[in-house]
C-alpha cells in the first residue's frame, strides 16, 4: 500500500509540474510552422556516444506531432560535409541560414544536459536531463523550449521474505544496469512528455488535421 | 480506496490513449538507427531495415516522413547515384516541405554520377 501511496504522489507532482505552467503559443500559431529540422544534438553530458543515440529517438515523436521532419542522419551528413560536424558550431549558426541550407520552417535544438548511470550501493540511478529550444527560420524567435529530466532505478518487486536476498537480487540489478544502462527508454519518455502533453508540448502540425490512420488490416467502419 | 483506484485508471488511460496510434508506419526506424549508429560497421542491416520499412509502409501508404530521403543517401554514399535520385524523388513527390533539399540532393547526385562516368570513360581508352 505504502508503494501505491509513493506512486500517487509521484505522478501529482510529475503531473501538476507539468501542467502548472501553460506555454504561451502564440508565436508558435503565428509562424504556420510545416516542417522542423532537427540538427546534430549538443552534448553537455560525460558519455560521448550519447547525441547519436538520442539522435535516433527524436523524429517520431516531431512527426507524429504532424510536422515535416528531416532526415535526421541525412541532415548530420550533409552538414558535416559542409564543415559543421561539430555539433556545437551548427548551434551557433544563425537559425536562417540553417532553414535557407535544407528549405526548412524552423530548427529544434537538443542539448543534452545529463546522461549517465549512478551506482547507489543497491540501486543505480539512470538520469536523462534534456533541453529542447524550437526557433522560428524567419526571425530567429524561440517559439518553444521545454525541459526533461527523467530518472529510473531498477526496483526489485520480489519480496522474497528475507532481507538478505531481497538486497542481493537488488545489487545484482544495480550491477547489471550500470554495466548496461538503457537510456533509450528514458529519452523516449522525455521526447514524447516535452512534444506530446496538452497545454505543454508543440501545438499540432499540418499533418495533424487529418488522422490519416489507413491501417493495413481491413477498416472495419463502413465508409460510406 | 476505490477513489484511488478509480484516479490510477483514469490516469493510466489517458496515458494510454496517447500512444494508440501511430500517424506513420515508423516500424522501429528509431531502433533501426540506433543499431545503425551503435554498430556503424553493419550498415547493410540499416539499408534493409529502411527498405523494410518502405515497403510496409508503401502497403498501407504511411511511409513516415524522411525515410525515402535516407534511403536514398544510402546509395549516394555507395557510389550509386542514379538510385539514390530514384529515393530523392520519391521524398520530393511526396513531400512538398522537402522539395527544395531534395533538389539539392538530386543535383548533387547528379554532379557525381557526371565526375563518375568521366572517371570510367577516361580510364577505358587506357584498357
Known amino acids: 500500500m505504502q508503494v501505491l501511496k509513493k506512486f500517487i504522489i509521484l505522478l501529482s507532482i510529475m503531473m501538476t509540474a507539468s501542467c502548472a505552467v501553460q506555454k504561451d503559443y502564440s508565436k508558435f500559431r503565428a509562424a504556420n510552422l510545416r516542417s522542423i529540422l532537427i540538427v546534430p544534438v549538443v552534448n553537455r553530458s560525460v558519455d560521448v556516444t550519447a547525441p547519436e543515440y538520442f539522435l535516433s529517438t527524436i523524429s517520431i515523436p516531431v512527426a ?149 490512420t489507413p491501417n493495413t488490416t481491413p477498416n472495419t467502419t463502413p465508409t460510406q | 480506496m476505490n477513489k484511488v483506484y478509480i484516479f490510477l485508471i483514469v490516469i493510466i488511460t489517458i496515458f494510454l490513449s496517447g500512444c494508440v496510434t501511430k500517424r506513420y508506419a515508423w516500424n522501429n526506424y528509431d531502433d533501426t538507427l540506433y543499431q545503425y549508429y551503435k554498430n556503424p560497421n553493419e550498415a547493410e542491416v540499416f539499408i534493409e531495415k529502411l527498405d523494410a520499412i518502405i515497403k510496409n509502409g508503401e502497403v498501407s501508404g504511411t511511409v513516415p516522413p524522411g525515410i525515402y530521403a535516407e534511403y536514398g543517401y544510402t546509395f549516394y554514399e555507395r557510389g550509386q547515384y542514379s538510385d539514390a535520385i530514384i529515393y530523392f524523388q520519391k521524398e520530393y513527390d511526396k513531400w512538398p516541405e522537402s522539395r527544395s533539399f531534395m533538389i539539392k540532393m538530386i543535383s548533387n547526385a547528379k554532379n557525381q554520377n557526371k565526375i563518375k562516368d568521366q572517371k570510367t570513360s577516361d580510364t577505358i581508352p587506357t584498357q
Open chain 1, 64 to 212: 507524429e506531432q504532424g510536422y515535416y521532419v528531416f532526415p535526421v542522419n541525412l541532415v548530420k551528413r550533409v552538414l558535416e560535409d559542409d564543415g559543421l560536424s561539430d555539433a556545437d558550431l551548427v548551434h551557433s549558426a544563425p537559425t536562417s541560414k540553417l532553414c535557407d541550407l535544407f528549405g526548412a520552417d524552423a530548427v529544434l535544438y537538443v542539448s543534452i544536459e545529463r546522461w549517465d548511470a549512478q551506482y547507489m550501493i543497491v540501486t543505480t540511478q539512470v538520469t536523462v536531463d534534456l533541453i529542447y529550444t524550437i526557433k522560428d527560420g524567419k526571425t530567429g524567435d524561440t517559439l518553444w523550449e521545454d525541459h526533461q529530466t527523467m530518472v529510473y532505478s531498477p526496483q526489485s518487486n520480489q519480496n522474497s521474505g528475507s532481507p538478505m536476498a531481497t538486497l542481493i537480487v537488488m545489487a545484482v540489478q544495480a550491477a547489471i544496469t550500470k554495466a548496461d544502462p538503457n537510456y533509450l527508454p528514458l529519452a523516449q519518455q522525455a521526447n514524447a512528455k516535452a512534444f506530446t502533453y496538452p497545454g505543454h508540448g508543440i501545438p499540432p502540425g499540418p499533418y495533424a488535421t487529418p488522422i490519416a
